[in-house]
Every structure is written in C-alpha cells, then in structure tokens.
C-alpha cells in the first residue's frame, strides 16, 4: 500500500492549495483517512479527518477555510485549503487506515507535502 500525497506549493496569505493524496495497492479497503501537519520546532498534529461514509472532521484552527473530502473510486482524499495563513505553513501528511488481505486493517502514511505561507 502506498499513499501519494501532492499539491502543497509557496502561497500568498489568503490564498488557496489544494492537497491530494491518491492511494495504490491491491485489494484494499479504505476506512477512515486524515490529514495531518508539522510545523517547524512542533509536534505533528490532526488537522482534518474523513470517514469511509464521507463523515468530516476538522481542528478548531481550520474551521470554515478548509475542506476534507474523498473519492472512493479513484481511493483518493482531498484538502481545498482556503485563506491560508502563515500559521499554516508546514509539511503535511495524509494518513489513512487501511485493510489488506495480507496484513488486515493498519495505519499507512504518505510523503510530507510542504505548504508555505508567505508573502
């Protein structure tokens, strides 16, 4: 299993990214997947989630800018990121729980996309 994540980028204040993040792999599952960030000097942290029905999930910081959404055909999740501030600068990872017949249900994580915030 692998999860691909793109579309981080350097941005203005105000303006808009949108994340992808597309996972690959024989005969999965996708149950819950998420997004997460890591600013610099600090811990990684939630910033939304999404369950396999579509039910989304957000941190009090990104309320109302961003928006968590998925695809289960194309086993793809999304992040539209909205009025962006410096304060969002940061890698971001998406993450996913998910079942193979090999393995059964377990956490995978994809590659850091950088989002930087800047004028």
């Known amino acids: 299993v692998q999860l691909q994540a793109s579309g981080g980028g350097l941005v203005q204040p105000g303006g808009s990214l949108r994340l992808s993040c597309a996972a690959s792999?024989?005969?999965?599952?996708?149950?819950?997947m998420g997004w997460y960030r890591q600013a610099p000097w600090k811990q990684r942290e939630l910033v939304a989630r999404?369950?396999?029905?579509?039910?989304?999930d957000y941190t009090d910081a990104v309320k109302g800018r961003f928006t968590i959404s998925r695809d289960n055909a194309k086993n793809t999740m999304y992040l539209q990121m909205n009025n962006l501030t410096p304060e969002d600068t940061a890698v971001y990872y998406c993450?996913?729980?998910?079942?193979?017949?090999?393995?059964?249900?377990?956490?995978?994580w994809g590659q850091g996309t950088l989002v930087t915030v800047s004028s």
């Open positions: 999404i369950t396999s029905g579509g039910s989304p």
């Open positions: 792999g024989s005969f999965i599952v996708i149950n819950s």
């Open positions: 993450a996913g729980e998910i079942w193979t017949p090999s393995v059964g249900s377990a956490d995978y």
